[in-house]
């Protein structure tokens, strides 16, 4: 019976590390995006060091699409599925416009209260990031959460989140167009 158990607790521990992949749900390589996996001090801190994407969209004069994702959300899944479906579409005006997709993957345990975003050697929690970005979306995070910015951290547009996101490529399309860079 205690070996039987032993065999069960390790067999659902090994399921549960299975479970969290550090990578996209879906094949996002056609964006080739920057992934930033997390600092993950604690159960109740995850830290995202923006600062080499910084450095680098300042480097080759591009803006930044900035996906905070969770491995285990829904919703994260459908959104990163029709980038991964539509990548034929939307890939390519991503590369022409020097798009730079940076990709950081989470955990919906990961609450706006854990999530803390590095820029600049500032570390600020999720709902601070919000408002010095002047993102008006402040009232609570809910995956996934998209940002179009310049390399400055401004904010280029105020974008859905949530449930909702892009249902189209033309939506997305439309969504993107104030952060594309005239090639």
Same mark, same amino acid.
């Given at each position: 019976m205690k070996t039987a158990m032993l065999?069960?607790?390790a067999l659902f521990a090994a399921l549960?590390?299975? *479970?969290?992949?550090? /990578?996209?749900? %879906?094949d996002l390589s056609a964006y080739q995006p920057l992934q930033i996996l997390p600092d993950k001090t604690s159960p109740t801190h995850w830290e995202f060091d923006l600062d080499p994407a910084l450095q680098q969209a300042r480097r080759e004069g591009r803006n930044i699409y900035l996906v905070l994702s969770a491995w285990d959300c829904h919703f994260c *899944?459908?959104?990163? /599925?029709?980038? %991964?479906?539509?990548?034929?579409?939307?890939?390519p005006p991503f590369?022409?416009?020097k798009l730079l997709f940076v990709y950081l993957p989470s955990a919906l345990e990961a609450q706006g209260q854990h999530v803390y975003l590095k820029a600049g050697g500032q570390s600020r929690v999720y709902a601070d990031f919000q408002r010095a970005l002047g993102d008006e979306r402040t009232k609570r995070?809910?995956?996934?959460?998209i940002w179009l910015l310049d390399p400055a951290?401004?904010?280029?547009s105020q974008l859905p989140?949530?449930?909702?996101t892009f249902e189209t490529v033309e939506d997305?399309?439309?969504v993107i167009g104030p952060a594309l860079v005239k090639p």
């Open positions: 065999t069960a607790l549960a590390q299975a *479970a969290q992949p550090d /990578h996209p749900i %879906a *899944a459908r959104y990163e /599925h029709f980038l %991964a479906r539509n990548a034929k579409a939307l890939a590369r022409r416009h995070m809910v995956y996934p959460v951290l401004k904010n280029l989140y949530g449930t909702g997305q399309l439309e």
